[in-house]
């Protein structure tokens, strides 16, 4: 994606999720070509959703745990 001057941005809260991308008008059809591929046919190892399963359920204690 760099390499076609876009850029990937991700996020989540407990209330939503979302996916966006930027990217220069003479490659937005490559761009939107791989985002789609990206978004359509995700990937997920293990290790990975594993981890990042850890990380949500940390940051959601986190949230509920009054201060």
Known sequence: MAQLGAVLRTGSNLGYSFVSLSALKENLEDSV???SDLIFNPAFPDEELVRQ???????????????
């Open 33 to 35: 070509a791989i985002y």
């Open 53 to 67: 399963k850890r990380l949500s359920i940390s940051q959601i204690q986190r949230e509920k745990t009054p201060r």
